[in-house]
């Protein structure tokens, strides 16, 4: 069974660090590209970013360019949104998402219920 | 906005017929359109792709149309189950992928 759960959420100062990780199960992530989606508290959904298959090429949106970076550890079958220079508009829910068919158009099709990331002082 | 849903809320009854609109600013490359449901609580769930393909196991009182801008998703006979929020989004162009601003069916 495809499933992808996220971990590594919590609370976190303005301008800290956090990993979170994205594990994988019944399905290889060398062969999938895995994106990472957030949702903040009462809206809606907001797409942060994917990493290819191989881990080779990763494409991020605006909001988190530069300070956000996602990787892949194949030998654990996870991916990882290291996310740096944290702001309170960054507190949210982040989800992790598998592409539907490995070299498709980019749809989501397993999510995992997410992580709660809170920015404060 | 590259996406814009509409309307924002809808009132509805079980058996009433649901329908959604989302419109793009631009033509939507080969309809790379997707409709995602979030129940309360719950991580989005993909009911169509391509504009009009249902996902695996999704019933099919829901159906997906539309082309080039203007898009819809149609909910034949609401179910108990299908009162959500319901999120589109396009792939292709910068960014890759975008969402809606969602339309809550209450």
């Known amino acids: 069974q495809v499933q992808v759960a996220e971990s590594g959420g919590g609370v976190v100062q303005p301008g800290g660090s956090l990993r979170l990780s994205c594990a994988a199960s019944?399905?290889?992530?060398?062969?999938?590209?895995v994106h990472w989606v957030r949702q903040a508290p009462g809206e809606g959904l907001e797409w942060l970013g994917v990493?290819?298959?191989?881990?080779?090429?990763?494409l991020y949106g605006d909001s988190v360019r530069g300070r956000f970076t996602i990787s892949k550890d194949f030998s654990k079958n996870t991916v990882f949104l290291q996310m740096n220079r944290l702001r309170p508009d960054d507190t949210a829910v982040y989800h992790c998402?598998?592409?539907?068919?490995?070299?498709?158009?980019?749809?989501?099709?397993?999510w995992g219920q997410g992580t709660l990331v809170t920015v404060s002082s | 906005i590259v996406l814009t849903q509409s309307p924002g809320t809808l009132s509805l009854s079980p058996g009433d017929r649901a329908t959604l609109s989302c419109r793009a600013v631009q033509n939507v490359d080969r309809n790379f359109l997707a409709w995602y449901q979030q129940r309360p609580g719950q991580a989005p769930r993909l009911l169509i792709y391509?504009?009009?393909i249902r996902a695996n196991g999704v019933p099919d009182r829901f159906s997906g149309s539309g082309s080039g801008r203007d898009f819809t998703l149609t909910i034949s006979r609401l179910d108990p189950e299908d009162f959500a929020v319901y999120y589109c989004q396009r792939y292709g162009g910068s960014p890759l992928v975008s969402f809606g601003g969602g339309t809550k069916v209450e």
């Open positions: 998402a598998r592409d539907l068919l490995p070299g498709a158009p980019d749809y989501l099709d397993s």
């Open positions: 990493i290819s298959s191989d881990g080779n090429i990763e």
């Open positions: 019944g399905f290889p992530v060398n062969s999938y590209e």
């Open positions: 391509s504009a009009s």
